[in-house]
T-cell receptor, first 116, second 116 residues
């Protein structure tokens, strides 16, 4: 099956700093990428949808300036958490969908962010 | 309104027995897709099975089968011959609309524990 690689898997950062998370599709062209946030033992909450070469579409309640999403190529999307605060600590996971008719979206391994 | 509902926060099953995880959904679309994912403690999302709204037969993938009852808007996952490695959180998800462009909406999840 298709592979989506997410990096880093874990990151600890200080309050006020920014953190960048990468999501790469390794063997297919991802025309659409999705970014989710998940709190412990809860469901995945969609944060934004990004299409290659265009601006991301954010879900209601998600701060665009806080969570910057870039989808500059068909194999890479990045999520930058700007001026991170402890409440941003969470599990972030991306998924990617390609041009072929995949019935499932492929997920990255996820990134556990801890802001101290 | 909740579009995907999983009413069982936690389930136990004896090893080698079958277990059914419930999922109901709400949509006015005629075309939609239903998914089940497994999320072990490592956090990765593992695709298990897919059912399209126009598929007349229930989907099966190895030990996984999807009991699709369209009139009741339910898409329960049946795991046969449970194994210890099946212990994880399970999510039901729906994608509305035709094609491969829609976003996935996830249910609250069910934590399954398989007892030896």
């Amino acid at each position: 099956g298709a592979v989506v690689s997410q990096h880093p898997s874990r990151v600890i950062c200080k309050s006020g700093t920014s953190v960048k998370i990468e999501c790469r599709s390794l063997d297919f062209q991802a025309t659409t990428m999705f970014w989710y946030r998940q709190f412990p033992k809860q469901s995945l909450m969609l944060m934004a949808t990004s299409n290659e070469g265009s601006k991301a579409t954010y879900e209601q309640g998600v701060e665009k300036d806080k969570f910057l999403i870039n989808h500059a190529s068909l194999t890479l999307s990045t999520l930058t958490v700007t001026s991170a605060h402890p409440e941003d600590s969470s599990f972030y996971i991306c998924s990617a969908r390609g041009t072929r008719t995949y019935t499932e979206a492929f997920f990255g391994q996820g990134t556990r962010l801890t802001v101290v | 309104a909740q579009k995907i509902t999983q009413t069982q926060p936690g389930m136990f099953v004896q090893e080698k027995e079958a277990v059914t995880l419930d999922c109901t959904y709400d949509t006015s679309d005629q075309s939609y897709g239903l998914f089940w994912y497994k999320q072990p403690s490592s956090g990765e999302m593992i695709f298990l099975i897919y059912q399209g709204s126009y598929d007349e037969q229930n989907a099966t993938e190895g030990r996984y089968s999807l009991n699709f009852q369209k009139a009741r808007k339910s898409a329960n996952l049946v795991i046969s011959a449970s194994q210890l490695g099946d212990s994880a959180m399970y999510f039901c998800a729906m994608r509305e609309g035709r094609g491969n462009t829609g976003k996935l909406i996830f249910g609250q999840g069910t934590t399954l524990q398989v007892k030896p």
